[in-house]
């Protein structure tokens, strides 16, 4: 089995930043992506941001583009979101996301990730 650990969210006013932070444990395997989801109050849980581990590519929400960049620590088995010039729009639960086999072309699907973490809350005050 495999643990997903998320750490980071908090109250921060419009414009400031937060880092997000989430450690994997548990069985280890190669995994092929980790990557970030969210869920705003009444809507549905969204792609935010995915990494391949192998090369270190990279893709992104258009929502978030240019505003989060998603990072990763092979040796920690971690992966970081650091958001900037964060929006009210911003707010929600954030979960980390892992998986061993999807490919690139489902990677923003959340039914591709066979592991989530318990989320971290972000609240950003206008």
């Known amino acids: 089995q495999v643990q997903l650990v998320e750490s980071g969210g908090g109250l921060v006013q419009a414009g400031g930043s937060l880092r997000l932070s989430c450690a994997a444990s548990?069985?280890?395997?190669?995994?092929?992506?980790m990557g970030w989801f969210r869920q705003a109050p009444g809507k549905e849980r969204e792609f935010v941001s995915a990494?391949?581990?192998?090369?270190?590519?990279?893709d992104y929400a258009d929502s978030v583009k240019g505003r989060f960049t998603i990072s990763r620590d092979n040796a920690k088995n971690a992966v970081y979101l650091q958001m900037n010039s964060l929006k009210p729009e911003d707010t929600a639960v954030y979960y980390c996301?892992?998986?061993?086999?999807?490919?690139?072309?489902?990677?923003?699907?959340?039914?591709?990730?066979?592991?989530w973490g318990q989320g971290t809350q972000v609240t950003v005050s206008s």
């Open positions: 990494i391949r581990w192998s090369d270190g590519m990279t």
């Open positions: 996301v892992a998986d061993a086999s999807l490919t690139i072309a489902t990677w923003k699907r959340k039914s591709a990730y066979d592991y």
């Open positions: 548990g069985r280890t395997f190669s995994y092929y992506a």
